[in-house]
């Protein structure tokens, strides 16, 4: 028997900053999951700014368990402070991961003149070097095909929430701990479900939704199919501001069948967004690694995200094309939030036409351009500008890429016959004390949530 130390870095009390620490002192291994930027939050530049709590030159090992920005963005910080060791994840969140870090360092180059918070020294953390390094020391390791690192088996297993999406089983002297990562709101559009967990010892696992159920998933299509029909029929545009990794991807499929199968008339569909289109062409290379509807639509030679109407603008210049087309028509940009991106110059443009539709598929933050829409504010200021909002504001929560409170329950009922300590993570307090207490009340299992910085010692 051996005891293994468990560091929560970052990403308790929180849904983003993923930063976990293994240490096995005995075989001098040092583990890290997940290197995720904090998001959103009041503190998110000081807590990205600040040293990391271990040496990252110490590190023998970086686990990632999918490529959202929570999750990977802090890895040219890592590399910056001398991490040499490996990187390890499927192979499709390797792809994914090199777009999603290019972004962010194209965005704070982008937003330096007139944020005097990106100094120069952050922009040479974000640097075209430690970005090919991060992928030189970066290796892709498929589902299912168990390796070992110094005596620790690892396994990936599918988690279903973005392509390549993994939570990480690892097993010493037979006994198991899992780390979630995030885990899918099985079933998606398009990807496998999350797998079934079972003879776990620990499991560290995210509680976003933790107290909160997706009430209208299954109707989320018709849902989407009512609004489209509605915004053409009343001949205005219809704005979506959308995740580009997964949320677009899953909405282009959507769409497609709903072309196919003639519920929506085909009208002009510009695709506004350079990141999403690059992780959508991630998506085509990754085919087979998507449920069996989406497998067979992709076998009969059709790309299954391109349907007639749509159009791909990378370039600024081609977006100036989208306010000649006429009426009506619709649009799909980032950010999700609308905290930046191309979506802001379509709000500006769109928000005050009542015959245009906002259509919010995704989180809100409290302060973002996103969350005063979705709370049908009158006005709202763009680029120090007050924009009325008139135009229709509908939400569907049913694409939610995680797990709901009632699933998240289901998902630790599978292990629970042997599971000793759950550690819930990646949640705001309310929403993990939430799930800790309905654990507890329906399973009778121990779970509590971990302090940031806490270290716990573990029996293997
Ligand atoms: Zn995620």
Not at 96 to 124: F, G, Q
Not at 130 to 154: A, C, S, V
Not at 399 to 417: M, N, P, Q, R
Request: contains cysteine; hydrophobic residues 35%; charged residues 25%.
């Amino acid at each position: 028997m051996k005891k293994l130390k468990l560091t929560f870095c970052t990403g308790v009390d929180t849904v983003t900053g993923a930063n976990y620490l293994l240490e096995d002192e005995e075989q001098g291994l040092k583990i890290l999951v997940d290197c995720g930027l904090v998001q959103g939050e009041k503190t998110a530049e000081e807590d990205n700014n600040a040293a990391f709590s271990y040496d990252p030159k110490t590190i023998d090992v970086l686990f990632v368990t999918h490529a959202h920005l929570d999750h990977v963005g802090r890895i040219p910080r890592l590399i910056n402070a001398g991490f040499k060791g490996r990187i390890i994840s499927t192979p499709a969140t390797k792809d994914l991961a090199r777009y999603m870090v290019e972004d962010e360092a194209h965005i704070l180059s982008h937003n330096r003149h007139n944020n005097p918070t990106i100094t120069k020294e952050i922009l040479e953390i974000y640097s075209e070097e430690n970005i090919n390094t991060m992928m030189r020391l970066w290796e892709g390791i498929e589902y299912h095909k168990p390796f070992d690192i110094k005596g620790l088996q690892i396994n990936f297993r599918n988690s279903g929430h973005i392509l390549g999406s993994a939570f990480i089983e690892m097993i010493c002297n037979g006994k198991k701990i899992v780390f979630t990562g995030d885990l899918g709101n099985s079933p998606s559009p398009i990807l496998k479900d999350c797998e079934k967990l079972t003879d776990a010892d620990y499991l560290v696992m995210e509680s976003v939704y933790g107290d909160r159920n997706h009430e209208d998933r299954d109707n989320r299509k018709l849902l989407l199919e009512h609004i489209i029909q509605d915004n053409v029929k009343r001949r205005g545009v219809l704005v979506m501001p959308t995740f580009s990794l997964e949320r677009t991807q899953e909405l282009l499929f959507e769409i497609d069948d709903l072309i196919i199968k003639g519920r929506i008339p085909l009208v002009p569909f510009f695709l506004d967004s350079p990141l999403a289109i690059k992780l959508t062409d991630v998506y085509k290379k990754y085919e087979n690694e998507m449920n069996d509807e989406a497998r067979e639509m992709a076998k009969s030679g059709k790309n299954i995200f391109v349907f007639p109407g749509l159009k791909q603008t990378p370039e600024a210049e081609d977006s100036k094309m989208i306010l000649r087309t006429p009426n009506p028509k619709i649009v799909i940009a980032g950010s999700g939030m609308s905290s930046g991106g191309r979506i802001v110059h379509h709000e500006h443009n769109y928000l005050p036409d009542p015959n245009n539709t906002i259509l919010l598929t995704g989180y809100q933050s409290a302060g973002t351009l996103g969350r005063h829409i979705q709370d049908k504010e009158n006005s709202v200021y763009i680029n120090g500008e007050q924009v009325l909002i008139r135009a229709k504001v509908e939400m569907i929560s049913g694409y939610s890429g995680h797990k709901d409170s009632d699933a998240l329950l289901d998902f630790v009922a599978g292990t629970a016959e042997t599971v000793k300590q759950i550690f819930t993570v990646m949640g705001e307090p309310s929403s993990s004390m939430f799930l800790i207490q309905k654990i507890r009340d329906n399973l009778g299992l121990n779970a509590r949530q971990p302090i940031k910085g806490e270290s716990v010692f573990l029996e293997f």
